[in-house]
């Protein structure tokens, strides 16, 4: 199937620090999404990035997008203990209906 | 708005039972989708439904039937369930006009076949 693959699995880092996520993926795309899911929830849309964008931002969020090497990067700075989830990339595989996730990195953050 | 809700947020089946996962949206979406998430496999596409009256396969559709009568709802049907079914599902929708391709999910459902 046309999955992401995030990477690291898991990452344990203290408040303030920065935490990023990677994900790579197989095949061409229009966008790329990042969702959170906190324990024993749904998913949460947190930022969308289309195919022609190299980097984009949204509050302590920041996202960038290579296309030429299929991959992603999710930066979280100054992480909270709020930011403890897990996190997903979802790309849409050239077509806008359906999305296939990536397995997730779950993240915590300690005080 | 309530958003998308699920019912029951819990679930225990024995193998053979059959049984309906509900789904609704109150934001009039024309998009909805089943997943289902098992550990370490993260959200793997159930069904999907691009409008009232129009339903698709995703990559793990056996053992689920799935219609559209209505815009706000999308059931989710176990035919026959199976222990390989254990899963959390999540419905999810969407606007299908291309104004923006973010999904709302809802709470899951936990299902339990023994």
């Given at each position: 199937?046309?999955?992401?693959?995030?990477d690291?699995?898991?990452?344990?880092?203290?408040?303030?620090?920065?935490?990023?996520?990677?994900?790579s993926?197989?095949?061409?795309?229009?966008?790329?999404?990042?969702?959170?899911?906190?324990?024993g929830?749904?998913?949460?849309h947190?930022?969308?990035?289309?195919?022609n964008?190299?980097?984009?931002h949204s509050?302590?969020?920041?996202?960038?997008?290579?296309?030429?090497?299929?991959?992603?990067?999710?930066?979280?700075t100054?992480?909270?203990?709020?930011?403890?989830?897990?996190?997903?990339?979802?790309?849409d595989?050239?077509?806008?209906?359906?999305?296939?996730?990536?397995?997730?990195?779950?993240?915590?953050?300690?005080? | 708005?309530?958003?998308?809700?699920?019912t029951?947020?819990?679930?225990?089946?024995k193998?053979?039972?059959s049984m309906?996962l509900q789904?609704a949206?109150?934001?009039?979406?024309?998009?909805?989708?089943?997943?289902?998430?098992?550990?370490?496999?993260?959200?793997?596409?159930?069904?999907?439904?691009?409008?009232?009256?129009?339903t698709?396969?995703?990559?793990?559709?056996?053992?689920?039937?799935?219609?559209?009568?209505?815009?706000?709802?999308?059931?989710l049907?176990?035919l026959?369930?199976?222990?390989?079914?254990?899963?959390?599902?999540?419905?999810?929708s969407?606007?299908?006009?291309?104004?923006?391709?973010?999904q709302?999910?809802?709470?899951?459902?936990r299902?339990?076949?023994?």
């Amino acid at each position: 199937s046309q999955q992401g693959e995030e990477d690291p699995q898991a990452l344990s880092i203290q408040e303030g620090e920065n935490a990023t996520m990677n994900c790579s993926y197989k095949t061409s795309i229009n966008n790329l999404q990042w969702y959170r899911q906190n324990s024993g929830r749904g998913l949460v849309h947190l930022i969308l990035i289309r195919s022609n964008e190299r980097e984009k931002h949204s509050g302590r969020l920041r996202v960038t997008l290579d296309t030429s090497k299929k991959s992603s990067s999710l930066l979280i700075t100054a992480s909270r203990a709020a930011d403890t989830a897990s996190y997903f990339c979802a790309t849409d595989g050239g077509g806008y209906s359906t999305l296939t996730f990536g397995k997730g990195t779950m993240l915590l953050v300690s005080p | 708005n309530a958003g998308v809700t699920q019912t029951p947020k819990f679930q225990v089946l024995k193998t053979g039972q059959s049984m309906t996962l509900q789904c609704a949206q109150d934001m009039n979406h024309e998009y909805m989708s089943w997943y289902r998430q098992d550990p370490g496999m993260g959200l793997r596409l159930i069904h999907y439904s691009v409008g009232a009256g129009i339903t698709d396969q995703g990559e793990v559709p056996n053992g689920y039937n799935v219609s559209r009568s209505t815009t706000e709802d999308f059931p989710l049907r176990l035919l026959s369930a199976a222990p390989s079914q254990t899963s959390v599902y999540f419905c999810a929708s969407m606007v299908a006009d291309g104004s923006s391709y973010e999904q709302y999910f809802g709470p899951g459902t936990r299902l339990t076949v023994t």
